[in-house]
């Protein structure tokens, strides 16, 4: 599976993207699907991941209420809706997929099959 995330950009504080990741190569119905992030200094950390069959969702704490996950099986490719952005949501998101994975499973970054190249989120204040 090849990932192209794209959709980011700059939007002030309060405002919303939407990220999308295509998936080429295999239909996205049999991976687990997720999103992290990486802000200038800090380690990659987890954002948001949906199961394979589509079932369930996770989202990192700070995320949860501005943030929703959707995949079109269709289109093979998954969304991150981001509402309500703030200052602290400026980092490079990537999108990855694990074969069979649940949505729990998808929050570890270890033993992921396939990541994307990042798009840069930045909010301004």
């Known amino acids: 599976v090849q990932l192209q995330a794209s959709g980011g950009g700059l939007v002030q504080a309060g405002g919303s993207l939407r990220l999308s990741c295509a998936a080429s190569?295999?239909?996205?119905?049999?991976?687990?699907m997720g999103w992290f992030r990486q802000a200038p200094g800090k380690e990659r950390e987890f954002v948001a991941a949906?199961?394979?069959?589509?079932?369930?969702?996770v989202y990192t704490e700070p995320v949860k209420g501005r943030f929703s996950i959707s995949g079109d099986n269709i289109k093979d490719t998954v969304y991150l809706q981001m509402n309500s952005l703030k200052p602290e949501d400026t980092a490079v998101y990537y999108c990855?997929?694990?074969?069979?994975?649940?949505?729990?499973?998808?929050?570890?970054?270890?033993?992921?099959?396939?990541w994307g190249k990042g798009t840069q989120v930045t909010v301004s204040s």
């Open positions: 990855t997929a694990r074969r069979w994975a649940s949505a729990q499973a998808m929050s570890d970054a270890h033993g992921m099959d396939h």
């Open positions: 190569g295999r239909t996205i119905n049999r991976y687990g």
């Open positions: 949906i199961s394979w069959s589509g079932g369930s969702t």
